[in-house]
């Protein structure tokens, strides 16, 4: 190799900062409106955006939130989720799908994942008890979960299906958009996804005009009307300057997923064999929240893409039955997210990443495998 004596840049994983001039100025413009009308608690642009995404995501209605969590807490909350009930959800996911049951006095019930990393709806058929009042589905990596079978298990216990659609904003499964299925979705806008507000932001999805009621009572300390509390909650509103903000990336939402399926092609092309790829083409129109591989010695090949200036992330480092809040979790029985928790990899797969980039992650993935290694494999 040539140039090994000047170190080269970091690949970033991801690079939040607005690099683009019309991005930018885009976003600028969203923000100088928010300060000139003054409405900087549930302006107009956050019942734009709520329409705006119900539109996108086929249905009736969108509550704007404070976050993806906040999502999750006031959309269970909302399905009269409370303490002693049981909420199945997957091993495998970020934190606040064990979370946001907890908060609320329930008890997460953690289902097993397929070779996909979705959650399998086999094991959450063995989940469901008369306990049972929720099903969290995550569309984990931006791939949709199998959700038109969760759906049909949902409807034949009662119980009702959320969709957390927070890494698949833009998918499509057999025609219908992420965040269209079961009874409600949760989304998140955190600044890491792939419609990201520069902020927290999340939103509840609902064609229920009941729970839609809620919610919004929910964000507002369970306030109706501005004057009577009739339910105990908290402050949990979606920011006017964020929804502006993703009122104005809404438009270029294509481009991102564009550019980041381009890049998945390529990985793919050049690492099948090498790692376990994801599955692209077969059925669902997935979308790339992060670029996932399976690998043998997941860590080492992680410090190695480290060591030449590489980023990389483990998503995640512990399921979530695993983390010491969530020690106390009713299942243990997750065979397939234990042994696909230890070789997933997220390699940087986003929109600001160079073609050259690409190819420098790839030849350090191959270059990773094709040397000789000592120790335990
Ligand atoms: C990001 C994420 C959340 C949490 O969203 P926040 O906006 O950070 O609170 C919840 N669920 C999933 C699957 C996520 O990826």
Redo the contacts with the bound molecule.
Sequence with gaps: MTGMSKRPTTVRYMNLAVTDPGERQALLEAVDAVLGHGQILLGPEVGRFEERVAAFCGRRYAVGV???????ILGLHALGVGPGDEVVTTAL??V??AN?PALLGAVPVYADITEDLTLDPASVATCVTDRTRAIVA???TGRMADLPALEAIGRHHGIPVIE????SFGARLAGRPAGSFGDMA?????P??LLAACG???VVLTDDEVVRDKVRAFRHNGLVNKEECRWVSHNARLDTIQAAILLARLDRLEAVLTRREAIARRYNEALSGVVVVPRLDDGQERVF?TYQVLAEDRDGLSAHLSARGIENKVHFRYLLPDHPAHAAGARRHYPRAKALGRRNLSLPCHEKMTDDEVERVIAAVREFYARPRGGAA
């Design positions: 404070g976050s993806g969590t906040d999502a999750l996911s970020y606040a799908n946001a995550v569309d984990f957390d659609a927070s890494q949760c989304i998140s806008f955190n890491m996804k927290e932001a999340g929240y």
